[in-house]
């Protein structure tokens, strides 16, 4: 079983297994529909009228392939209730499925394979011949959010296959063009998108949407379903009549079903995107859009919740979202009270676009120092790579710090090449002792660390201290870990989904030089662990911490990181955990001088 990950003859034959169940499902029935998504032809077949019952209501908005159009692209879904064929059993370790579905180690150039917990379901995506299949036990058991955003997964590797995207967005417009609102859920993308639909806008999507860059970037519509908070079923009253589900628990949300009521302002053709929003709900009236938004804010603002939820989603997709803030204004949306202001706010937008959009932050001189720390052990062939990425961050005011801690290569060598770079040796003592000699020595009022293993993003150095310094009482500043692994020929391939890495990495953090004062260094007895015990320590001292919604780090994998195949007890989980503990039973005990 092991050897499936990276076997391309395993895998191949779990495809045509795969493909093989379907074909003995679809002998009884099948039902074949082609649609055109984002200009692509897609075919999707269904061998249980159950299955499609469920899947196509939300797809029924898309136009028919022309005639004479052959599709390039298929999927095959089936149940095995419905058509009494089983898909092979899953040749991989259920330990190995992350929370977005993809399966951790699965290395596979032609294939894409992913296991939802929350359908039991498995997609498989063949991409050298463009076929995808779709399997369930029992069509009956699929949640309610599986029939308002059916085939997500397969979807979004049809998009990708086809140069396009998948993106976790809105989208609303009128004949002007069409706005993208982006960002993690909850900070108001679908009740803006519904607010635009209820006041004449044209409606591409709530939750998910199909976006091409060529010749110019342009929104189509995915679904044509939406879904709210059951909540805020009141706001949008005049949606009662089309919900699907109206005796849903108070955790299952509201999917409104658009058809037919509102097919005319879904359009075929997609829109033209004129501009990006992200929102974010404000205590005021009227709703403000304006262009206080810095160009790196925007790019993982759009990109970190689209990798999140879709798997194998990665540096693909942050290289295309990357590409479209570049060619299309971004602004921040201020959402009041007022929904029929923000409606007219929009359109307004649209007929008459503001003059100036997203930009890049361009840090002046008077920006404060940054010291960044670099502890290195044995890595004379990565450390270049490292400090190139930290130049490229565009920082104008940096001191690189590069601790060398006992390397046996030539890493102090390299590191001696570099004229910006002020080298420490030392006997080797763990990353924790080489950074505290880093710490004490650094002369910038703000200290950012990068292990020798990871790069930075691009901006994320300015994005990082842009957050601290637009909030004065923040001494840390930090997103979440992107893991990546280094394949045999140096190249960088994401992996999972950035919230479900480890939480506390110092890598892709920064910090005021204060928050040492306050918490103190780290601890030079913990080899490892290290991380977790300084945030444990800044917690217990209320050091104000920010997390942003954003890979901070990329964190390339290889058989040389010092994490690599260690187990709980070598990775001083314990021994971290029993370190809270003493300085809780310390803090209960009186003092001496009490009797």
Same mark, same amino acid.
């Given at each position: 079983m092991s050897d499936f990950y990276q076997d391309e003859n395993l895998q191949h034959a779990f495809a045509e297994g795969m493909a093989a169940s379907y074909t003995a499902a679809a $002998?009884?029935? $099948? $039902?074949?529909?082609?649609?055109? #998504? &984002?200009g692509i032809p897609i075919e999707l077949r269904f061998a249980s009228p &159950? @299955? /499609?019952?469920? @899947? #196509?209501?939300? #797809?029924r908005h898309l136009p028919p392939i022309p005639e004479g159009q052959t599709p390039g692209l298929t999927i095959s879904a089936w149940d095995r209730a419905g058509s009494g064929i089983a898909a092979p059993p899953p040749p991989f370790d259920k330990k190995r499925i992350t929370d977005r579905g993809d399966i951790w180690g699965f290395a596979s150039r032609r294939y894409r394979l992913a296991f939802h917990y929350s359908e039991f379901s498995? /997609? @498989? =995506?063949?991409? $050298?011949? %463009?076929? %995808?299949? =779709?399997?369930i036990d029992d069509a009956a058991g699929l949640p309610y959010w599986s029939a308002a955003a059916p085939l997500r997964t397969l979807l979004h590797w049809c998009m990708e296959a086809s140069g396009h995207q998948l993106l976790h967005a809105a989208a609303v417009g009128t004949v002007h063009g069409g706005l993208l609102l982006t960002g993690r859920g909850g900070l108001g993308k679908s009740s803006t998108a519904l607010t635009g639909l209820l006041n004449g806008m044209d409606f591409a999507g709530d939750d998910y949407v199909a976006v091409v860059l060529e010749p110019k970037p342009r929104v189509y519509p995915l679904y044509s379903s939406a879904k709210v908070n059951r909540d805020q079923i009141g706001r949008f009253a005049a949606l009662a009549a089309h919900l699907r589900n109206p005796g849903g628990g108070d955790d299952e949300k509201a999917i409104f079903d658009l058809l037919p009521a509102y097919r005319a302002q879904i359009p075929d053709e997609g829109m033209p995107i004129r501009a990006i929003l992200v929102p974010g709900v404000a205590d005021q009236e009227e709703s403000v859009i304006d262009a206080e938004i810095g160009l790196d804010a925007v790019r993982h603002a759009a990109a970190f919740s689209t990798v999140e939820q879709l798997p194998y989603a990665g540096k693909g997709t942050y290289d295309f979202i990357n590409a479209l803030t570049q060619r299309v204004p971004a602004f921040r949306l201020r959402l009041g009270r007022d929904q029929a202001a923000l409606a007219a706010s929009l359109k307004h937008l649209l007929a008459h676009p503001l003059p100036a959009g997203a930009r890049a932050h361009a840090p002046s001189a008077d920006w404060p120092l940054v010291s960044v720390v670099v502890p290195v052990y044995n890595r004379e062939r990565m450390l270049p790579e490292v400090l190139a990425n930290i130049r490229s961050q565009g920082y104008p005011q940096l001191e690189i710090i590069v601790v060398d801690d006992g390397s046996t290569d030539r890493t102090a060598d390299v590191a001696r090449t570099q004229p910006d770079v002020r080298l420490f040796e030392q006997p080797n003592g763990g990353p924790a002792q080489a950074r505290n000699r880093a710490i004490i020595n650094a002369r910038g009022e703000f200290v950012a660390c990068l292990d020798s293993d990871d790069l930075w993003p691009e901006g994320m150095l300015v994005h990082l201290v842009d957050a601290l310094r637009r909030d004065p009482q923040a001494d840390v500043a930090y997103g979440w870990a992107q893991m990546a692994r280094v394949g045999a020929n140096g190249d960088t391939e994401f992996e999972s989904n950035p919230l479900e890495g480890f939480p506390f990495y110092l890598s892709g953090t920064v910090f005021r030089r204060r928050a040492f004062d306050q918490v103190g260094l780290l601890d030079p007895e913990l080899r490892f662990g290290e991380d977790v015990d300084w945030f444990n320590r800044a917690r217990e001292r209320g050091t104000k911490v920010l997390r942003l919604d954003c890979a901070s780090v990329i964190v390339r994998r290889h058989g040389g990181n010092m994490t690599y195949g260690k187990n709980l007890v070598q990775l001083n989980v314990l021994r971290v955990a029993k370190k809270v503990l003493d300085r809780r039973r310390a803090a209960a005990l009186p003092s001496s001088s009490q009797p």
């Open positions: $002998e009884r029935r $099948e $039902e074949r529909v082609g649609v055109m #998504l &984002a &159950a @299955l /499609s019952a469920i @899947l #196509l209501p939300a #797809l498995v /997609s @498989l =995506f063949d991409r $050298e011949h %463009g076929n %995808g299949y =779709f399997w």
